[in-house]
């Protein structure tokens, strides 16, 4: 006699009936965007390669087939973030480059104080033209970023703005370090949850609670 139906494919339980894990499946744009949330919400340091593939779920040498090293994610992180930077500036809607120079200047700090770890990536590339000694990998983006306010203040120069004996380049670095350094004094001194971003378009300040005082 016939057994019941013990064996039909409805009734029988096995380990492949389980619904499987709900996982992005594993690619360079998907092992980036997680570095990058990994960095806003952490922090740079909190940035490893081993940490990195517990949050994706896979172990760490499954990311080599997408991303070199820690060195290619980081250079990878900087020019997502020099991109976004030069599509701000793109946005920019005037034709007084004094005005120019001046909403530049605000969206890279407003930048540096919303992401502060992507910041400290971005600066891990300075511009080709800085020359520094034992400089990371060249970065394209870097170098263009550096451009737009050299243009903005040799255009300042041609309309008589700005006195034509400064030179478009050693300003354009002037103002590069003072808007960095401005960007890391802000980042140390003002917490997170105190910073807010202005309702106006390309600023940025910083509130305390009430009572509070600036150092």
């Not at 700090?109 to 990998?137: H, I, K, S």
């Not at 041609?158 to 670095?173: K, M, N, Q, R, W």
């Not at 590069?176 to 980042?187: D, E, F, P, Y």
């Amino acid at each position: 006699r016939r057994p019941p139906d013990l064996l039909r494919s409805d009734l029988v339980s096995t380990g492949s009936q389980q619904p499987p894990t709900a996982r992005t499946a594993l690619s360079r744009p998907a092992i980036v965007a997680a570095a990058l949330q990994l960095v806003s919400e952490h922090g740079l340091d909190a940035l490893s390669l081993r940490r990195l593939a517990s949050e994706l779920g896979v172990t760490a040498p499954a990311l080599y087939a997408h991303v070199r090293d820690k060195s290619d994610l980081l250079a990878t992180l900087a020019e997502t973030g020099f991109r976004e930077l030069l599509d701000r500036y793109a946005a920019i809607a005037t034709d007084d480059p004094i005005d120019r120079i001046r909403q530049q200047c605000l969206i890279s700090v407003d930048m540096a104080l919303a992401n502060p770890g992507l910041f400290q990536a971005m600066f891990m590339f300075p511009p080709q033209a800085l020359e520094l000694p034992n400089p990371r990998t060249e970065l394209a983006a870097a170098t263009e970023a550096f451009e737009q306010p050299t243009k903005a203040i040799a255009d300042a120069i041609a309309t008589g703005a700005i006195h034509p004996d400064h030179d478009p380049f050693v300003t354009a670095l002037t103002l590069w370090t003072v808007t960095h350094g401005l960007a890391q004094v802000m980042i140390s001194a003002v917490p997170p949850e105190e910073t807010t971003s202005d309702p106006r378009p390309g600023t940025t300040r910083c509130s305390r609670p009430a009572g509070g005082s600036h150092p």
